[in-house]
Nanobody, 124 residues
Framework: QVQLVESGGGLVQAGGSLRLSCAASGRTFINYIMGWFRQAPGKEREFVAAISRNGGATSYSDSVKGRFTISRGGAKNTVYLQMNSLKPEDTAVYYC?????????????????WGQGTQVTVSS
């Protein structure tokens, strides 16, 4: 298993930016596909973005495509989520997740390790 710790959440005005970080420890970072999910109050957890083991492939939900960018820094065992042009509907707890599959995936069930989450609040 791999341990994940998110950071970088906070309060930002609509149109602003935030960068979330997820530090991984435990097993070899390169062995995992990485993803970001979010959960707003009263809603189910939803997929946001994912990145392949070598960083060569990414996937985004339609709601964030063109505004968010997922990346990973191999040496630092960290995955990032750069969030630009934030909207109030982006308000949620954001979770980092790791999966052992060989192909990039958007299904939460394919991720076996989760961080504790970081709150992102976007004011209008």
């Amino acid at each position: 298993q791999v341990q994940l710790v998110e950071s970088g959440g906070g309060l930002v005005q609509a149109g602003g930016s935030l960068r979330l970080s997820c530090a991984a420890s435990g097993r070899t970072f390169i062995n995992y596909i990485m993803g970001w999910f979010r959960q707003a109050p009263g809603k189910e957890r939803e997929f946001v973005a994912a990145i392949s083991r070598n960083g060569g492939a990414t996937s985004y939900s339609d709601s964030v495509k063109g505004r968010f960018t997922i990346s990973r820094g191999g040496a630092k065992n960290t995955v990032y989520l750069q969030m630009n042009s934030l909207k109030p509907e982006d308000t949620a707890v954001y979770y980092c997740a790791a999966g052992s599959g060989f192909s990039i995936t958007i299904a939460s069930g394919d991720f076996h390790s989760w961080g504790q989450g970081t709150q992102v609040t976007v004011s209008s």
